[in-house]
């Protein structure tokens, strides 16, 4: 149905009684209808039209109220909805943000001064390697690490640089998960006082990390049953030395199970098995070395003996 263009209820009666009308009169008028009658039959059709026109219009109105009020529920529940959607991206925002740079949303505690003691602040890219939850070297929390972090804290942790991958392929990447120290010492080469050294500030840094407590107990445990172990008081240099070995192989072992489908491991609990292979095999090591320097250190006096019969 065409839409009612104008308001009936703004619309006069014609005046049916004026010249303008007087052919539509003349075509009602009969011997049983006067002009009069007519005319007031021409008002009274009027009227019925017009009520009808104004019934239309009236439901016309309705209707569009109707549509105008849906369309409003409408762009009010869009609306909503892209201030939830809004309210929801600055959220997740404020919480990367928050994540991303942890320290900084740290609340001050109440009370709280210049410790006595300096903060152990290892370099970045430990504490990028410690957040990946992957194996970090105990050296780096020796004196002589924490001394090297200090030095390198001029270098920008977010400054991108070119790296290579491990599949041989390059890619620009943070410095913070690039930089390591190139003086680093394997933690099987360490001294046993700086393995003891490290061990503690190691934990710090895995509760700072956020490392789940079960891991930081497994790795405080595993720690304390080698230099508990009765390896550690035998005149022996090479039990020392396996309790380091030891350390680090299981250490680098169980990193790599760690991620495998065979999940991790309970390594607190020293496996005196393995600990006596191992022993076997420093002991080895050891002995091969030695006769290797000796071997060399013979082979130079023969030379030098050849030399000076020579002369």
């Known amino acids: 149905m065409p839409r009612i263009q104008n308001d009936p209820n703004l619309n006069v009666c014609p005046d049916y009684t004026s010249e303008d009308f007087v052919n539509t009169r003349a075509q009602l008028i009969n011997e049983n209808t006067t002009e009069e009658q007519v005319v007031q039959l021409l008002k009274n059709i009027w009227t ?45 925002a404020r919480k990367e943000e928050r994540k991303k740079n942890k320290h900084k949303y740290t609340p001050i505690q109440n009370g709280s ?26 050296w780096y929390f020796t004196n002589d690490g924490l001394d090297e972090a200090v030095i390198k804290k001029t270098v920008d942790d977010d400054a991108m640089i070119l790296s290579t991958l491990a599949d041989g392929s390059t890619a620009w990447v943070s410095s913070a998960s690039t930089q390591s120290a190139r003086s680093v010492i394997n933690d099987e080469n ?56 030891y350390q680090s192989e299981q250490r680098r072992r169980w990193h790599v ?43 130079i006096n023969v030379r030098q003996s050849i030399s000076s019969l020579l002369i």
């Open 48 to 92: 019925a039209n017009n009520r009808a026109d104004k019934r239309l219009w009236q439901q016309q109105v309705n209707d569009d109220n109707e549509e105008q009020t849906h369309r409003n529920r409408l762009e009010e529940e869009e609306e909503e909805r892209l201030n939830q959607e809004r309210a929801k991206e600055e959220e997740d």
């Open 113 to 138: 001064r210049i410790p006595d003691d300096p903060a152990i602040t290892p370099c970045s890219y430990v504490l990028h390697k410690l957040d990946k939850g992957e194996y970090v070297e105990l």
């Open 190 to 245: 360490l001294p046993f006082e700086e393995f003891c050294q490290a061990c503690p500030r190691f934990l710090t840094a895995l509760e700072e990390a956020d490392w789940p407590r079960d891991r930081i107990r497994m790795m405080a445990l595993f720690w304390r049953n080698l230099q508990v172990h009765r390896y550690r008081s035998l005149r022996d240099p090479i039990a020392q030395k396996t309790l380091l070995v």
């Open 257 to 299: 199970v760690a991620k495998s489908a065979a999940g991790p491991y309970d390594l607190s609990e020293v496996n005196e098995k393995v600990l006596e292979d191992t022993r076997a095999k420093v002991y080895w090591e050891e002995r091969l070395k030695r006769d290797n320097a000796r071997d060399y250190k013979v082979s």
